[in-house]
């Protein structure tokens, strides 16, 4: 019997899938030879679904040293790929564009000694660098614009976020400001319907217009300036929007901050009457994390999709039918809230959370700079405080002291000064945020400015912005010697101060009675002592004014000495009456009494009457917001917004 051709394989202990071994085929060290892979190993390569699990985990494995190494064995990867994309071909296209996403965002996230030469010998080679990179922008622009599928054209925008986020530092970024990509994704953000959708694009386009923007004109940046589709606008406010809704729900999947409603059973258990309540089914409780556990994990957040709050500074500042957009649109059909009241509500959690953090103050203190550009335009401004626009924004309350409760709609001014206060109020750490603190001072600066400008009465809870300030004062005061080094100290107490002496100088016209006003001079004179320690702590910061304080003019003079001395002088002026008031009180022979609240409020206001105020114009001027002044700010938040996007893809 003739012996059969067939040979009797072992069974193996494992299978493995196809496409791993073919992973192992290509990044197997080629050290001698050039790795030769025929047509019909591509062929399959494209045709079975990626494992990017396993894909990921060999790309870790490979040291920068070995991946030189084979070089030629990842040079092929990227040529086939890019080739791939461009056949056409549907499912194909697919499966190469979910392979360069791994691939890229881990041998780019790799820490090369000469990034930009190294990396372009692992995808392309030095000499063959230009064709490679044209084919590969344009590939993924014509996927972007003219994909078969949302799905594969949000692809094809993963792959250049990879490959933008990991090789931000290098000249590879460059093709793309060649090549044009925003009509290509301005075109897909108008052609899908759901938000979720346009993050990533506009997420794209942000750190493309961020790319060396103090270095040349940026392509991406002119054309945020010149954009006037509003349609497309408002595609990207209501993605916006959705975004900082899902990154501040998960502040409160860690912890819930809204108080249970009033019940019938809550009602008679508070009254001790609990057995009388009516029994309902009972609900499996959310395993609440421990006091540890919620520090580590509201120090994590917020999530990696904040990036796109760098797009949404960099649209605000060059855009302003943008920022009108961002606004006023009200909610979206089927939504709780407004694409800015999600921006607000978000603010507000991360802001609360900012000290637990670096990347926390960062993306706070870019919302703050946000907010001061649309404050710093007047007909926003005006819009900001108009009763037209008044909204209900969820506000952070994780920790206290809390926000006062209001359940009414407001404006939206005052919804920003709670923020600031609670910004204030949570942050006070002996190493300040000092940047942070003046970002904060500068919101309150210009709401109060605009206040002045325009002589409107404006009802809100003033006593607690008068409280968060001189406890801001007591905090500087006390804690001065910890920070008498810091650079950034003269612009602090130059804004604490211009807010303070603002509100002093000018209450009478934008107060709505004088019982405000009234309270903000009797918190002045409980924390006079404090002023004389004050000027001292921080003299050596400004030279002496020049002037005195009974003849303060702000034209001349607004240096933190001269308005720390009219403080003082204030604080004196009630002072006397109190103690002059004091004496005619005491009984003969018993000593003096002490005057009672209603007395001293009496006092107060018989003595604004006699108060001499100086004008406080000159407190209400500022300066516009601009980056050039802000280079290092602007680059660093850059720089996080870029490691964010990095993770974002890199991890999906």
């Given amino acids: 019997m003739e012996a059969s051709p067939l040979t009797q394989q072992y069974r193996p202990y494992s299978f493995q899938p196809k496409i791993d071994s073919l992973y192992e085929e290509i990044f197997e060290t080629h050290e001698d030879a050039e790795p030769d892979f025929d047509p019909g190993f591509w062929r399959e390569f494209f045709l079975l679904r990626p494992d990017k699990f396993n894909l990921r985990r060999r790309l870790d494995d490979i040291s920068v040293d070995d991946l030189l190494r084979i070089q030629g064995a990842t040079q092929h990867l990227f040529q086939q790929a890019v080739a791939q994309i461009n056949s056409g071909n549907g499912v194909s296209d697919e499966i190469a564009l979910d392979t360069l996403t791994v691939f890229l965002s881990i041998v780019l996230a790799k820490r090369y000694t000469n990034p930009s030469s190294e990396i372009i010998t692992v995808l392309a080679g030095l000499d063959q660098v230009d064709t490679c990179f044209l084919q590969f922008v344009d590939a993924i622009d014509h996927v972007i614009r003219s994909g078969g599928s949302a799905e594969i054209r949000q692809k094809a925008v993963d792959v250049a976020i990879a490959l933008t986020a990991g090789a931000y530092q290098t000249s590879l970024v460059s093709y793309f400001t060649h090549r044009d990509l925003f009509p290509s994704l301005m075109k ?57 809704s899902r990154s501040r729900n998960s502040y409160v999947a860690i912890q819930e901050d809204i108080e249970e409603g009033w019940t019938l059973s809550n009602t008679l258990k508070y009254i001790g009457l609990g057995v009388l309540a009516p029994s309902r089914p009972s609900t499996p409780a959310r395993n609440a994390p421990s006091t540890d556990d919620s520090k580590d994990l509201f120090s994590m957040l917020p999530l990696a999709d904040a990036c796109i709050l760098l797009s949404a500074y960099d649209f605000t500042n060059a855009n302003k039918l ?95 000064l709670d923020i600031a206060i609670d910004t204030i109020t949570h942050n006070l750490r002996r190493r300040l945020s000092v940047p942070l603190y003046i970002a904060t001072l500068n919101i309150i600066h210009r709401l109060l400015s605009y206040l002045l400008m325009t002589r409107t009465r404006f009802p809100y809870h003033w006593p607690l912005l008068w ?186």
């Fill in 188 to 244: 897909y953000i108008q052609n899908v319907n759901d938000p979720q959708y346009i993050f990533k694009p506009f997420l794209l386009l942000g750190l493309l217009a961020n790319y060396n923007k103090f270095e040349f004109r940026n392509p991406y940046r002119l054309k945020f300036e010149d954009f006037v589709n509003d349609g497309a606008i408002q595609k990207i406010v209501f993605g916006l929007g959705s975004i900082c």
């Fill in 322 to 416: 943008f920022a009108n957009t961002f606004i006023t649109q009200p909610v979206d059909t089927g939504k709780k809230e407004s694409p800015f009241s999600a921006f607000l509500s978000l603010t507000s959690y991360i802001l609360h959370h900012a000290y637990r953090s670096p990347r926390s103050t960062l993306y706070g203190h870019l919302n703050l700079i946000t907010l001061r550009i649309l404050l710093e335009d007047q007909s926003l401004c005006t819009k900001i405080f108009s009763p037209d626009l008044s909204t209900s924004v969820r506000l952070c309350r994780q920790r206290p002291p809390f926000l006062p409760k209001v359940s009414t709609s407001r404006p939206l001014a005052a919804i920003l």
């Fill in 467 to 652: 409280q968060t300030l001189l406890s801001l004062l007591r905090f500087l005061t006390t804690y001065a010697d910890s920070m008498k080094y810091d650079p950034d100290l003269p612009a602090l107490l130059d804004t604490f101060l211009a807010v303070l002496s603002l509100a002093v100088c000018s209450g009478d016209v934008f107060l709505p009675d004088t019982d405000v006003y009234d309270d903000l001079f009797y918190k002045i004179v409980e924390n006079g002592h404090l002023l004389p320690r004050f000027k001292s702590a921080f003299s050596h910061l400004s030279p002496p004014a020049t002037v005195t304080p009974a003849t303060l003019d702000p034209h001349a003079n607004t240096s933190p000495t001269a308005l720390v001395d009219t403080l003082i002088s204030i604080s004196n002026h009630f002072t006397s009456l109190l103690e002059e008031e004091k004496g005619k009180s005491s009984t003969f022979g018993s000593g003096t009494k002490n005057l009672s609240p209603k007395e001293v409020s009496r006092v107060i206001r018989k003595g604004c009457e006699s108060l001499r105020l100086p004008e406080s114009e000159g407190l209400a001027r500022w300066t516009r917001w601009r980056e050039v002044d802000e280079k290092g700010l602007v680059k660093k938040v850059g720089r996080q917004a870029v490691e964010d996007a990095r993770k974002l893809v890199g991890n999906k």
